[in-house]
């Protein structure tokens, strides 16, 4: 904080009787983090601080200060108390939302908490506008507001502000967790600067003629106003529409069109709910059974010819989507799935162009879906599955038990080179989730399956490896080879902190190196090439690291 020259010259009994007096404003809490404050037991470990700063013209008396625990205040940085406050609220939505197995925060879990989404909008059409009412927000007030038709797409809508208690999240439409702009958001908003553009809803009625008004774009903005106070919020609302239509403008907004930024296992994620969307169709169309699915990938695609490049990108997103929601996938507690935050070793991209990139089957398949599935030996069936046992057994060995997340990677190769001690486990799985090294290692994987093969004179396709189940000597093959790669000491030595781990390396670098054991530039890293069949040999597990 700002020197304030008020408490400069407070003694100790005044600023005591100063704590107490906040104390009792905040109803005995942090005004932070909300978690209670004890005199006692806190004794020394509490700031005074300017709620707004003196650099924004804040007062340098007491109604303008608050008492916090010294950690909350130190690690809130540069922000005003204001802001702190709102993000460590969201910082505990994140948290509850990732304890019950979800990736982050959305617009539901920020409604939830502040008394929204309960309420359902029941709508009255006329000639040319909409009636409704908000009775159970307290204002019984009849609303007349006007419809407007799209030109182009014939869609309806109507603009208007609606309280929070009958807005809901749309997590088909939108699925993205809420990421660090947030607080970007949170500053422009109580610096009084005007939301821009307004959120898009959409309604339709349920069985008793009511129904929610869903939001599905402006998250973030309807978000950080709520955590501000804001009890209504602007929309456009939909009226009745196809949501598909909507689905397919949304994911298009986030991808080709680049509209809006998507993380890509976002953009997977809604692909995934674009094939499903189309394979009703298909069924629709066909007059087949919701059960009937006696059609091939390769049907969908020439049935739906003028998206075929969508179409075939639709399949291979809904097999990513399902191994990336698997709850027997291990690696997935070590992914970073939106942002660029060192909390966890890997990013979700790093994931695409290892394990997606090495062994997911790219194009359509031929054989029906629903082919082998009652005999376990459906294609994608066995890859999705043999996938998430493939990655677990990665994070089994690199990560779990290794990883400490409050310890994370940020600047963790400076810290090393400055001398300070961090834990072999820790290290190793850090440098071993850069993608340059695992986009590596995951075609050696993929070396060790086709040697098996080929020794086992067995002829598989190539690019469809996991397409077949993989036998239990091969699995051990595979464990070998990833614990064996473990125990390379170039992962735990901070000698090479500066040279090979601190500068941002490409594919090809490792490449190299695993092929030659050195550097491009001549640096020895290991102490010889990777010897495959010296690899797979059984060892016992590497010191420091569950087996």
Same mark, same amino acid.
């Not at 009703?280 to 059960?291: H, I, P």
């Not at 695993?514 to 050195?518: A, V």
């Given at each position: 904080?700002?020197q ?8 100790a ?10 104390? /009792?404003?905040q ?40 008492l ?21 609220e969201?910082?505990?939505l994140?948290?509850?939302a ?10 539901g ?13 029941? =709508?009255?059409r ?12 307290g ?9 407007y038709?799209?030109?182009l ?14 807005l ?26 005007p939301?821009?553009?307004v ?5 339709a ?13 402006g ?14 919020? $602007? ?31 976002v ?11 189309r394979?009703? @169709? ?16 390769q ?6 010819r ?16 399902? =191994? ?20 966890? $070793?890997?990013?979700?991209? /790093?994931?695409?162009r ?8 790219k ?10 599935m ?5 294609? @994608?069936?066995?890859?999705?599955e ?9 994070a ?21 080179q400055g001398?300070?001690?961090?834990a ?18 995951t @075609?050696?994987? @993929?070396?060790v399956i ?12 190539e ?18 080879? =990833? ?5 390379l ?24 190196v ?5 550097a ?12 495959l069949?010296?690899? =797979?040999?059984s060892?016992?597990?590497?010191a420091g690291?569950?087996?």
């Open positions: 904080m700002a304030s020259k008020y408490l400069g010259t407070l003694d009994e005044q600023r005591t009787k100063l704590e107490q007096k906040l104390l /009792t404003r109803t005995g809490r942090c005004f932070i983090c909300d978690d209670p404050i004890d005199l006692i037991l806190h004794k020394g470990q509490l700031d005074i601080d300017h709620i707004d700063p003196l650099a924004e013209d804040g007062l340098d008396a007491e109604n303008n200060f608050a916090t625990h010294a950690s909350c205040n130190r690690s809130k940085g540069a922000a005003n108390l204001e802001i702190a406050r709102r993000l460590a969201f910082e505990r994140q948290t509850q990732q304890e019950s197995g979800k990736r982050g925060a959305n617009l879990d920020v409604l939830s908490r502040h008394n929204g989404g309960k309420s359902l909008l029941r =709508i009255r006329e000639a040319g506008h909409v009636e409704f009412s908000v009775a159970e927000a204002d019984n007030a009849i609303r007349k507001v006007p419809i038709q799209d030109k797409s014939g869609m309806e809508s109507f603009f208007t502000a609606l309280p929070l208690e009958y809901h999240h749309d997590d088909r439409i939108n699925p993205r967790s809420i990421g660090a702009n947030i607080r970007g958001l949170i500053e422009e908003f109580l610096q009084k600067r939301q821009l553009h959120g898009l809803a959409w309604w009625p349920e069985n008793d003629g009511a129904g929610p008004v869903k939001v599905f774009d998250q973030h903005k309807a978000a950080a106003q709520i955590l501000l106070g804001t009890r209504n919020l $602007p929309v456009r609302v939909f009226l009745e529409p196809d949501v598909n239509v909507l689905l397919q403008a949304n994911t298009n907004a986030g991808g080709k069109l680049r509209q809006v930024a998507f993380d890509t296992a953009m997977r994620h809604l692909g995934s709910s674009l094939y499903v969307e394979v009703k @169709r298909y069924q629709s169309m066909r007059g087949l059974a919701e059960n009937d699915y006696s059609f091939s990938e049907d969908l695609v020439r049935f739906f003028g998206e075929r490049r969508e179409m075939e990108r639709y399949i291979v997103d809904a097999q990513r989507d399902a =191994i990336t929601h698997d709850q027997e996938n291990a690696l997935l507690e070590f992914v970073e799935w939106a942002g660029k935050s060192a909390d966890r $070793p890997l990013s979700y991209n /790093t994931v695409e290892s394990f997606f990139r090495e062994f997911l089957y194009k359509a398949l031929d054989t029906p879906i629903d082919a082998g009652e005999e376990g030996t459906n294609p @994608r069936q066995l890859e999705r043999q996938m998430v046992r493939l990655m677990s057994l990665f089994a060995t690199f990560f779990v038990g290794n990883w400490d997340p409050e310890l994370g990677g940020r600047r963790l190769e400076s810290q090393v001398g300070e001690k961090i072999e486990p820790h290290l190793r799985a850090w440098r071993i989730a850069r993608e340059e090294v695992l986009s590596n290692v @075609r050696w994987i @993929r070396l086709a040697n098996f093969y080929a020794y086992t004179g067995k002829v598989i396709h690019d469809r490896q996991l397409h077949s189940r993989l036998p239990d000597e091969l699995w051990d093959r595979l464990q070998n080879f =990833i614990e064996s790669l473990s125990r000491p170039c992962w735990i030595d901070r000698n090479l902190s500066s040279t090979v781990f601190g500068p941002k390396q490409n594919s090809e670098y490792w490449e190299k695993f092929q030659t054991g050195k491009p530039s001549g640096i020895q890293i290991l102490a010889a090439p990777l010897d069949n010296e690899m =797979i040999r060892r016992t597990p590497v690291k569950k087996s």
